[in-house]
């Protein structure tokens, strides 16, 4: 099931590159914008996390945090980070714990085959914890810009 606007900020915990736990809940108190995007190092999500790592010095200048979040091991994220030298920041959840949290854990359809996948979303909470806007089934090109226009709308 999908989380709805005006939902509280799921109380879930991802695992961050370097292996530490992150709790989404520790992202109260400002603006947070969470990402989910299929898998590392293929073409949209590389150009997403490109796109949304050139765009995060303008979230930060909104006090916005910002995270971007796969099934990818944290192993993978790292060599993900490093071969295109990512800014933003990314999580992995590899239980699939946050993916049904959010209802991003979806069927998809390729080449007429049925798949469970990621639905590529992104969610926008404000800063008492409150999602304001959802985008689903992102299209690359421009959405960061409208991603960073509701933020500055808050």
């Not at 400002?30 to 996390?49: H, L, N, Q, S």
């Not at 992102?138 to 810009?145: I, K, L, S, T």
Request: hydrophobic share 40%; charged share 25%.
């Amino acid at each position: 099931m999908a989380i709805e606007e005006g939902a509280a900020l799921p109380d879930v915990t991802v695992t961050a590159p370097d292996g530490t736990p992150l709790h989404l809940r520790d992202y109260a108190g400002r603006p947070v914008v969470i990402y989910f995007y299929p898998k590392d190092d293929t073409p949209g999500c590389t150009r997403e996390a490109q796109e949304f790592g050139e765009a995060l010095p303008a979230f930060d200048a909104l006090g916005c945090a910002l995270l971007g979040i796969s099934q990818d091991k944290p192993a993978k994220h790292q060599k993900f980070i490093a071969k295109y030298d990512l800014a933003v920041p990314l999580a992995s959840d590899e239980d699939g714990t946050v993916l049904a949290a959010f209802g991003t854990w979806i069927e998809k359809q390729l080449y007429g085959k049925t798949y469970m996948g990621i639905d590529r979303s992104t969610f926008l909470f404000d800063a008492d914890g409150n999602l304001v806007r959802s985008w689903r089934k992102v299209r690359v090109p421009g959405h960061v810009a409208q991603v960073l226009d509701a933020v500055r709308a808050l």
